[in-house]
C-alpha cells in the first residue's frame, strides 16, 4: 500500500516534517540518509535555536526531534534513497537496503553537503587531516597547529571549538573581510589561538600519508607560499542533495529545487523543504519552519486528493 508521506531526509527539515506529519496521524516514513540527523549533527555548539538558552549540542538536538517525532508515530529508516520515479503516482522509491516505496505524497528534504576545495591533496588526505566535521575531528589534533577554510558562520564557529584542542587555528579566507555574524567574528578575534590569513587560497595540500603544509596563493599578488598545517578543515560552502531528482523535479543551475512560496515542486504531491531550495538562511532554524510548511501542504494535497484524485490523472 502506498504510503501517505514519505519524507526523504533527516536534517531539522525531515525531522519537522515528520513530527507535524505524525501529530496528524499520517503515519509518515522517513528515509534518513547516511548523515543522520543531517550537518547539525556535525556541530558541537547550537547557541541560537529558541528554547535551548545554555545551548545544545547538534546531537542531542536532533536526538530530541527524532524522539519527538516517534513519539506520535513516525517511522524512521536508516536507509538512503537511490532512485525515484516521480512519472507515475504514487511516486516510487528505492533504496540502497534494497527495498521500494510506494508514496502519495514525497518531502525532499535531503539539504545540502559541504563543498570540497577540490585542490591536489584534497581527497589524497582526508581522514589524515583534511576534514569537514570539527565536532568529529577535533580531538585528533591536540595541541597542532591546523588552518580553517572559509569566512562566514561555519568558518567561525567551528574555528572557534577547534581552539580547544589546537594550539593555534589559522582561518584562511579568500577575501579581506568575513561574512559571519558580528557577534562570531568578535569571538574570533579576542581569541588568542585564533589567527587570520586574509586574501588566500589554498592551491594544494601536501603531506606524506598525514598533512603537513599548504601551498598557499595570495588572491591580489599571485604569490605562493608554504605554509605548515598539520590539519584542514573546510567550510566554504554547500551543494544541494538533489542529484537524485534530477530530470524529475525542476531545479536552477546549481542544484536547488526550484518551488513556489508554498514550497511546491514543478511535480503535484511533491514538496521540498530546507536546504534543498534554501540557498539563503542555512539555520537549522529556517530548515525546520519549511519542514512544517512542506508537510502541512502535503496533508492539504492529500486531503484534496481524496475527494478530488491525483490531479491531471
Ligand atoms: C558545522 C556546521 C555548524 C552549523 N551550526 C549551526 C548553528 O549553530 N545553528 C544553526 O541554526 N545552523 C547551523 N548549521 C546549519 C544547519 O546545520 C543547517 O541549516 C541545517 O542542518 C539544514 O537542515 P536540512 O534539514 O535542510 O538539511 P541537512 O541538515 O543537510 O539534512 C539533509 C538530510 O538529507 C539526507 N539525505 C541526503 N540525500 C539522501 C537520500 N538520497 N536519501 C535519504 N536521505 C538523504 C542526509 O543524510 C541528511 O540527513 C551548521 C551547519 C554546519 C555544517
Redesign the pocket.
Known sequence: MAENVVI?????????AAIYAARANLSPLL?????????????N?????PGFPEGIT?PELVDLMQKQAMKFGARIEI????EVNLKTHPFQLK??NGLEYEAKTLIA??????RRLNVPGEKELMGRGVS????CDGFFFRGKEIAVVGGG??AL??GLFLTRFAAKVHVIHRRDQFRAQPILQDRARENQKMNFVWNSVIKEIKGNGAVQSLALENTRTGDVTQFPAQGVFV?IG?TP?T??FKGQLDMDEEGYLNVDERLHTNIPGIFA????H?RV????????G??CMAQMEAEKFLADMEHRGYPGK
Do not use: M
Request: aromatic fraction near 8%; charged fraction near 15%.
Open positions: 526523504i531526509g533527516s536534517g531539522p527539515a525531515g525531522l519537522t528515509i534518513t540518509g547516511q548523515e543522520i540527523g543531517g550537518q547539525i549533527a556535525l556541530t555548539e547550537v547557541e541560537n535555536y547538534g536507509d538512503f534513497v537511490s533504496t540502497q528534504a535531503t539539504g545540502a553537503s559541504p569537514y566535521c570539527a565536532t558562520d561555519s564557529q567551528e567550510y554547500h542533495n542529484e537524485l523543504a530546507g536546504e534543498t534554501d538562511f542555512r539555520q537549522a532554524v529556517v530548515s525546520a519549511y519542514g
